[in-house]
């Protein structure tokens, strides 16, 4: 992480406990809204982080390639300002993702072959344990150690 980011995590509590969701949760983004100026995206989150069922968790494998994808993806990468609706930063996150246009079409993954007109999400059955908490109750922050 950069020193930006890392500051972020350590002084946003609820962005810091998004940390605990590495691998098991997901959430609903829009980068334009209705009634947004072209150009102007109001960039929201229209869902709260959710968490997958307990027992099954998304593979770090799959959101590399995913993320591989989004970066191939002939359509700009989506960055995220924030990755709650309650506070902006100063940078923007690329995180993995799947996206549709406006008539329902897939963005941000190129078709593996031209036959193939999607993308598979993998789950996986097992756990995965949260890093480690401080006392206070926020995610350690830095290497494992």
Request: net charge neutral; glycine share 10%.
């Amino acid at each position: 992480m950069s020193d930006a980011e890392k500051t972020y995590f350590q002084k946003n509590k609820l962005a810091n406990q998004q940390l605990g969701g590495q691998l098991i949760s997901y959430a609903f983004f829009a980068e334009y809204a209705l009634g947004d100026n072209l150009g102007q995206p109001s960039r929201r989150w229209v869902s709260d982080w959710k968490f997958l069922p307990e027992g099954v968790y998304l593979p770090g494998e799959m959101l590399s390639q995913l993320n591989q994808a989004n970066v191939n993806s002939p359509e700009p990468l989506l960055r995220v300002p924030h990755l709650g609706n309650d506070a902006q930063v100063d940078f923007n996150w690329h995180l993995p993702y799947i996206g549709f246009d406006a008539r329902g079409r897939l963005l941000g993954v190129k078709p593996a072959t031209p036959d193939s007109v999607g993308w598979v999400i993998r789950l996986v059955e097992g756990g995965v344990l949260p890093p480690e908490k401080r006392a206070d109750g926020t995610f350690f922050i830095g290497a494992i150690r």
